[in-house]
């Protein structure tokens, strides 16, 4: 069964009202329709995902773009990720045990067998080893790139942005001038970004992850036109590889513009 099959056929809870809806309902008045499958709401990729969502919404108008978002959890975890990132509660369905994943085929991450222990010590022991690089390609030269900073990508904190929420003293987002000046992504930024991300998810961790037996799953992105056909998809190998381009991650939604959609393979 192809992706917008399955995809038209999904009921889920939805977090705005807790009502199990349609994945798809209200989708047909846009001219293209994306979709996101995202691991637990407490991971780092669909934070850094709704991120950048917000960052370019004013570019995403109803009209051309309905976008659907699905993650692992509840529908506390989904009003505390809204909440957190500014992502509409009515967009976001919740999955609590990555039954729409599996059927996508999504990669379900690093699965060592380990007798003796249970699934929830299995799963972290499994993630630990994804964050250190095996079975999960491209993880750690992700980390670097958050440090060492990336011309090819835009600066990402304003400088008159105040930064909070990371165990350093609050600060303004001109200091990164120092380490490198402006109009790209500057050492230590996307880093800064992450490390407040981590710091929110832990001082709520039992409301984002209410089971962590689903901690290696990861997601996938998928568009479409109003047809169903399937124009671009990129299924993640790994954690913090949730985009083809991680320097410009929305990058592949410019093709909207001109409507010159063929066929985009999942690189």
């Given at each position: 069964m192809n992706p917008y099959a399955i995809l038209n056929q999904t009921e889920l809870q939805r977090v705005s009202d807790g009502i199990i809806r349609p994945l798809l309902e209200n989708c047909e008045t846009?001219?293209?329709?994306?979709?996101?499958?995202?691991?637990?709401?407490?991971?780092?990729?669909?934070?850094?995902?709704?991120?950048?969502?917000?960052?370019?919404?004013?570019k995403l108008p109803d009209e051309k773009l309905a976008i659907r978002a699905v993650g692992i959890g509840d529908r506390a975890s989904g009003t505390k990720f809204c909440e957190y990132t500014g992502f509409p509660p009515e967009n976001l369905f919740v999955e609590p045990n990555a039954e729409l994943h599996h059927q996508l085929k999504l990669y379900s991450g690093l699965n060592l067998p380990v007798p003796g222990i249970s699934p929830t010590q299995k799963a972290w022991l499994n993630l630990l080893f994804m964050c250190a690089g095996f079975g999960s390609p491209g993880t750690l030269r992700e980390v670097f790139r958050g440090y060492r900073g990336d011309r090819q990508a835009p600066q990402l904190i304003e400088d008159d942005e105040i930064i909070q929420g990371t165990p350093l003293p609050?600060?303004?987002?001109?200091?990164?001038q120092l380490a490198g000046g402006i109009g790209f992504q500057r050492p230590f930024e996307l880093a800064t970004l992450r490390l407040r991300n981590m710091v929110e998810v832990l001082s709520n961790w039992h409301t984002y992850v209410p089971n962590p037996a689903y901690l290696t799953q990861r997601g996938g992105t998928f568009l479409f036109d109003t047809q169903g056909q399937l124009l671009y998809e990129h299924r993640d190998p790994g954690i913090l590889g949730f985009a083809a381009n991680m320097s410009q991650p929305l990058s592949f939604l410019s093709l909207i513009e001109t409507d010159s959609f063929t066929s985009i393979p999942n690189s």
């Open positions: 846009a001219s293209h329709i994306l979709i996101l499958v995202w691991p637990q709401l407490g991971d780092f990729d669909s934070l850094e995902y709704a991120w950048w969502l917000q960052r370019e919404a004013k609050a600060f303004q987002g001109s200091f990164f």
